[in-house]
């Protein structure tokens, strides 16, 4: 059986165990990094089925990374989340294909329900 | 800026706010299963504790940063702080193409005041003008501020703009916290412009103009001569 995993590359480390904890209860395994470059320089980056992408990173913005990840072989969808809402950043989104894109704090139901819609639409 | 510490206080206050509620919302799953993971649930409320603290100390933070300074009462000359606030953004309005125009009322008494809150509030206020005016045929683009003295110890400031106005029904919310008709906007200049202004003891409210357009309008004791 196909076991969905995702990664979370999200900086603040209580969303991130927050977000991890629940697409593990959810039913999804979970990969997190807190670093554009941590996820960079993984070598299995591309095996995801799904990435949660925050915005703001230490090392880089969260859609320079997905560009980034593109450029290698990249093609899990990738869902949006973001502290700070605004016209830039949904363009942003748009622009990089994103599958969803979440305000923070958001739904745990809209989180779940992105990530299998999305995880669903890769397979 | 008022607008850049709450923009970066905002940002931060929404992660523990965030994982709190994925928290919380994990906890009642595992609580829904029939065998839950008891001591994941526990591992949970104690972050969930901790995210708590965290949001409360930033808000902590929030507060005295804005207290940093309590209100330093001064005999505060209101027309030079108009135009002093006008030279700061000139160059925006410059660039913005808007035309700035001053009414000051030359026997304005001096009004009672912090002048670095003052401050605060009215460059709030022209930069809002300013903002509503970025649809605005160039050649109507005039902000204006007027002051004057009204009856009782007050006087009036007023930031006049020629944009969009607002809508009549929301009148009541324009000074409520996190209200914003901005696209990039908190909603939240507004609301620490009016606390600032009845921390002076003075009151602020808007009014659409006649013929297109705001008028913002704030005022503040004076003492008696």
């Not at chain 1, 090392?59 to 560009?67: H, I, S, V, W, Y």
């Not at chain 2, 410059?94 to 009672?112: E, F, H, K, Q």
């Amino acid at each position: 059986m196909h076991v969905t995993t995702i990664i979370i590359v999200e900086d603040d480390s209580s969303v991130n165990l927050a977000v991890s904890r629940l697409l593990e209860a959810a039913g999804f395994d979970t990969r997190s990094f807190t670093s554009g470059g941590a996820l960079l320089d993984d070598q299995h980056a591309c095996d995801a089925d799904c990435l949660v992408l925050d915005v703001h990173l230490p090392d880089m913005n969260g859609f320079d990374l997905q560009r980034r990840l593109a450029a290698t072989g990249f093609t899990a969808p990738v869902i949006v989340i973001t502290a700070h809402d605004d016209a830039m950043h949904r363009r942003a989104a748009r622009d990089i294909g994103a599958f969803a894109y979440l305000t923070k704090p958001f739904s745990s139901l809209s989180l779940v329900d992105a990530v299998s819609r999305a995880a669903a639409a890769q397979r | 800026m008022i607008g850049e510490i709450t923009a970066s206080v905002a940002h931060e206050v929404t992660q523990p706010l965030s994982a709190i509620l994925s928290n919380v919302e994990t906890a009642e799953l595992l609580l829904s299963q029939p065998q839950p993971n008891v001591s994941m649930v526990r591992e949970i409320l104690a972050d969930v504790r901790q995210d708590d603290l965290r949001a409360d100390s930033i808000v902590r933070r929030l507060r005295t940063l804005l207290r940093k300074r309590e209100l330093q009462l001064e005999d505060v000359d209101v027309n030079a702080l108009a135009s002093s606030v006008l030279s700061l953004v000139l160059p925006d309005a410059v660039r913005r193409n808007v035309l700035i125009r001053t009414s000051l009322d030359p026997g304005l008494p001096r009004a009672t005041a912090d002048p670095v809150h003052l401050q605060q509030v009215l460059l709030n206020l022209v930069i809002n003008a300013m903002d509503s005016m970025k649809n605005t045929p160039v050649e109507q683009r005039v902000l204006e501020i007027r002051t004057e003295r009204v009856a009782g110890h007050h006087l009036t400031v007023t930031v006049l703009d020629k944009g969009d106005g607002f809508e009549p029904a929301k009148k009541d919310k324009l000074f409520d916290s996190f209200y914003t008709t901005k696209d990039e906007g908190l909603g939240l200049g507004l609301s620490i412009a009016r606390s600032i202004v009845r921390l002076h003891g003075g009151a602020i409210w808007a009014e659409n103009r006649q013929g297109g357009g705001a008028a913002f309008a704030f005022t503040l004791p004076f003492k008696a001569p």
